[in-house]
């Protein structure tokens, strides 16, 4: 399955190492918690993990995305060295404000953004970054933090730097007495708490169909497939964005609506919400849908990244626009009959989120996770199954396999 290991535990040389579930303790009696829970401040070391025994003349630095140069270079690292598809069509290519909104939300603490320079020439060679983040799991909440956009340059690689990088950025993170993380990878490690596949939308058919993203099954013409993904230019509801003034009600009805889920990320202050879900120009867009009396009756965010096309042969393509669905949340979802009114609504306003990325933000494609209640509507709107999933895991906690019920994004 896609949850499987492609090696045992053992030759999981780091990952054996790490408070995390290991594959195989599926017997074990463990209660839902952290795995170690003895850990204090006085265990963990002040000064940096040693960098020369896995390479020579580079060292640690910090990194701060509200400096314009740092966020030059790390925009740059990413750009050239972030993840990429299976055949290396398309690779990520977040803007600087974009990585600016994922790795600088309120409460973030200045040494959280770790990088590796070379000492002589200066050059970014890693990156690793942490925010703060309130996690629900079940009825537990926990303080934690989100790790995100771990990188090494394509030259540096094979080295055991990503152990070297994960292991500052814990201690980092330890230092403000947080034990516990979460993150999200393509690859398959010890041991998800859940998975999610990706599923995808094709807005632009032309478009994707000519870098090779898309392709016409055999024995369909190429004009079914076309009609298939047209896009609807009317919008079904009335929408404005989202702005501080639908702040109250916004956040009451998301936190009823996200009742229905076992993974959650909590929104604990205004300036958090705010900080999520402001609307920012080619980054993210958020609306609200208002009742005849002017209340809010749902929420509704997607984000936009875009990716370089790689190779030679698509010359005359170099961006594709991806929108990805982000939060949402709807009064539909606390009726007496939930799933049926809320899967009504919900395909509304995806038809209303394709069409605004479409036409208005001139996105090529629409991707949704299996995430939250996305299974309501996958299908009807003509999403596909992708062939890329995504794992979560929690770092030192242990929780039953959370199957559905995830709500937590993670902006990749
Ligand atoms: S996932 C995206 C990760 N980035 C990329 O895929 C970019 C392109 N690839 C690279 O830059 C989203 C390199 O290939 C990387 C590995 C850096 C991925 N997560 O240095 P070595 C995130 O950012 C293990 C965790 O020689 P490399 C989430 C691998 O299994 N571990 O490999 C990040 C092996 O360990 P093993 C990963 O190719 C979450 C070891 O790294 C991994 O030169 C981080 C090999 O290292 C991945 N994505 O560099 C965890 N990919 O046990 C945070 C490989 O098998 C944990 N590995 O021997 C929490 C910490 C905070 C706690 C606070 C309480």
Redesign the pocket.
Known sequence: GPDEPS?TME??????TQRVPQFGDEQTSLKQGPIDAKVTLADISKEPVNLSRNIQGFEWCTMDSSNDDHLEEIYTLLNE???EDLSSMIRFDYSKEFLKWAISPPGTKSDWQVGIRAIVSKKLVAF?S?VPLHLKINTAEVE??E??????HKK????????V??KE??RR??LYE????L?????V?PKPIATARYTHRPLNWDKLHDVGVVAVPEGVSEETMKSKYVVNKKQNLKYVPFSEEYYEETAILFKQHNQRYKLQHIFKTKEEFLHQFLPIKNVLSSFVTLNDEGKVTDFISYYILPFNVLGEKHKTVETLKVAYLFHYCSDCASTLDNDRSLSARLGLLIQDMLTDAFYKKKCDMFNCLTTQDNGLFIENENFNMGSGFLNF?L??YFTEKINGGVSKITK?
């Open positions: 090696k030759e999981f040389l780091f990952w054996k060295n972030y993840v690793i942490a934690s933090v790790i995100n956009f771990l990188c090494v540096l690689r094979s080295k055991r730097l990503a152990p990088l994960i950025i814990s993170v330890a947080i034990w516990q993380a993150y999200t990878a393509g690859v490690l895991y770092f030192n990749d």
